[in-house]
């Protein structure tokens, strides 16, 4: 099985910032798209960020120029860091990841359990 923890989340004033933080553990072969999606209270969860293993990046347009996802392979973690956080930006943010636990067998997505994030002054 494959866990996904995630930490970093809080209550932050606008203007401020964040760093989340979401490890991969487990019987892990490999990991291919890590990402970072949010929901907000009565809203369809939506696409902040993604990286692939190679690195390339891809943000929603709400959080581009304010928001920077990373990852350390060796560590199967991704990082969102966030600056300029607004009201808007308030949800529950989830990690998410693309993981082959075997050779011999296809990747599958993987889940956190969420971290709330809170803008408010």
């Known amino acids: 099985q494959v866990q996904l923890a995630e930490s970093g989340g809080g209550l932050v004033q606008p203007g401020g910032s964040l760093r989340l933080s979401c490890a991969a553990s487990?019987?892990?072969?490999?990991?291919?798209?890590m990402g970072w999606y949010r929901q907000a209270p009565g809203k369809q969860r939506e696409l902040v960020a993604a990286?692939?293993?190679?690195?390339?990046?891809n943000y929603a347009d709400s959080v581009k120029g304010r928001f920077t996802i990373s990852r350390d392979n060796g560590k199967n973690t991704v990082y969102l860091q966030m600056n300029g956080l607004k009201p808007g930006d308030t949800a529950v943010y989830y990690c998410?990841?693309?993981?082959?636990?075997?050779?011999?067998?296809?990747?599958?997505?993987?889940w956190g359990q969420g971290t709330q994030v809170t803008v408010s002054s």
């Open positions: 998410n990841a693309d993981v082959r636990t075997s050779p011999f067998r296809t990747s599958q997505i993987y």
């Open positions: 487990g019987s892990i072969f490999s990991v291919n798209t």
């Open positions: 990286i692939t293993r190679g690195g390339s990046t």
